[in-house]
């Protein structure tokens, strides 16, 4: 008879509190988070450029985070301070 191990690990759930979505994107201030992964620049500022087009949205900040590594108490004050929402960008 063989034995099988799960190596997952029941983690208990969180409940997450949402802010509302926008009902305009209008003149609304896009922060955009680049994790320095190649190509995460470039597509967050090809897309920013699309939402300014589409929508007249403003990209106010780019911040830049070592991959796997949270943003720094410094860059969320930023965020929070000058942007009505945030983009999480991945490259490669």
Given at each position: ?92
């Amino acid at each position: 008879m063989m034995d099988i191990l799960d190596p997952t690990i029941a983690t208990a759930r969180e409940r997450i509190d949402y802010t509302p979505r926008p009902k305009n994107l209008k003149g609304l201030r896009v922060g955009l988070i680049d994790n320095t992964r190649k190509n995460s620049e470039a597509v967050l500022r090809k897309l920013a450029a699309k939402l300014e087009a589409a929508h007249g949205i403003r990209m106010e900040v780019l911040v830049h985070k070592h991959q796997r590594a949270p943003l720094k108490d410094d860059q969320i004050v930023d965020l929070k301070g000058r942007t009505d929402f945030v983009i999480a960008g991945v490259g490669d």
